[in-house]
């Protein structure tokens, strides 16, 4: 008999990680209908950035997306079933050796290198579609300059790549005051001329908010999707995501006791504690030790004490009324006093390394 049999799968788990699956596909329409008339797809790669893919897509497509990058092929082949023959899944890290075989039924390389697309023309002859990625400048993917003009010189090889569209990505679209964006811009209008015929895809979601010179003919959002803050310009963009994890147990110390690992925090008087059931095997990191970020009850914040561990921490729950709280209580950490950006800022990242971090012991509900 299985240990949490009879159970509930919320009473049994650490926490509570709530989806806004309509918060989700709201953004999506918000963001489709800025950019219109380009065509808006959903980055879902990362297990849809730790939010679940396999339960997002149908409600993405419901909604009219067609479009759906992921990463690898296996995140392509756990969705491809999900979803009808009319969506286009488009795998970001190119041609791998040995893998054109696996593409098809709607599954489409990102070409990144001038050996890719010699690769993927040998192996299509131009019967299977593609996706050129050239580099404007970021020096991650994509054909640099030499790369593009080689191509074009060769029509035939280009005819052969079955290239359906041109794409590049912006690498400080989230500093609108920066001048890379506008350099960007020009590269890849450059890069466009060199390879003629091709449809257009420059941003993402930070990418959408500069305006629509920067739409072409297909928009690439991933972040704005899940609710994080991706530029100061955005507008429109719900939250998506409730995080309330348990008490796992109550106690008062005395004035110089010590709390957690290294004893990096002692108390300067009568303290009272809530010691609560998540910790950085969670994705609550060590980096929000010693009070970078907390828990709320209601409108009291509740500062952490001492070390994060890997399946707990403590926060200060003096300044609640005693008898408040009961072990098994939920607490927020991700919900409307504090979202993902703001425990990105305590910990000196952004809200995309918050939410792709969050664990699997959660219960999960999609709203």
């Known amino acids: 008999m299985s240990a949490s049999e009879g159970v509930s799968g919320a009473a049994a788990a650490g926490g509570i990680l709530t989806i806004g699956v ?16 380009a065509r808006s797809a959903a980055v879902v790669k990362a297990d849809a950035y730790g939010l679940g893919a396999t339960l997002l897509v149908g409600p993405l497509y419901e909604a009219g997306c067609r ?39 709607g599954v489409l390389p990102v070409l990144n ?28 993917l994509g054909l640099d300059v030499a790369e593009q003009q080689a191509l074009a010189d060769e029509p035939g090889l280009l005819a052969a790549t079955g290239g359906r569209l041109v794409m590049s990505h912006l690498a400080c679209a989230d500093e609108p ?13 450059a890069a466009r001329a060199r390879l003629p015929g091709l449809a257009g895809s420059l941003s993402a979601s930070s ?39 348990r008490v796992a ?76 709280l009961a072990e098994g209580d939920l607490l927020e950490l991700i919900g409307p006093h504090q979202s993902a950006d703001d425990l990105a800022r305590a910990a000196g990242t952004i809200g995309y390394e918050v939410l792709t971090s969050l664990g699997r012991r959660y219960h999960r509900v999609y709203r």
């Not at 995140?75 to 696996?102: C, H, K, Q, S």
């Not at 110390?253 to 010590?258: D, H, L």
């Not at 010691?275 to 009850?297: P, V």
């Not at 952490?304 to 005693?322: E, Q």
Request: proline share 6%; net charge neutral; charged share 20%.
């Open 22 to 37: 309509e918060a989700i596909v709201a953004n999506w329409r918000s963001l489709a209908a800025r950019v219109a008339p």
């Open 67 to 105: 479009d759906f990058f992921v990463v690898t092929l296996s995140e392509a082949g756990a969705i491809r079933p999900l979803l009808p023959r009319d969506a286009t899944i488009y795998v970001l890290n190119g041609l791998m050796p040995g893998t054109a075989a696996a593409y098809g039924d």
């Open 113 to 140: 290198s001038l050996s890719q697309c010699r690769a993927w023309a040998e192996a299509s002859r131009g019967s299977r579609p593609s996706v050129i990625q050239v580099d404007t400048g970021m020096s991650r």
């Open 177 to 189: 005051d920066k001048p890379a964006s506008g350099e960007q811009l020009a590269a890849f209008r």
């Open 207 to 245: 990418g959408i908010f500069l305006g629509p010179d920067y739409h072409f003919d297909l928009t690439r959002p991933g972040a704005a999707l899940y609710g994080i803050e991706t530029s100061p310009l955005a507008t429109g963009i719900k939250p998506v995501v409730d995080l309330r994890v």
């Open 249 to 324: 147990q109550l106690r008062e110390i005395e004035t110089g006791t010590s709390v957690g690992y290294g004893y990096t925090f002692r108390a300067s008087r009568t303290t009272r504690l809530a010691t609560l059931a998540t910790g950085y095997a969670d994705g609550w990191w060590r980096r929000f030790s010693g009070g970078a970020a907390a828990a709320f009850h209601g409108d009291t914040r509740l500062p952490s004490v001492g070390r994060v561990s890997m399946d707990s921490f403590s926060v200060d729950i003096s300044a609640l009324p005693v008898g408040t």
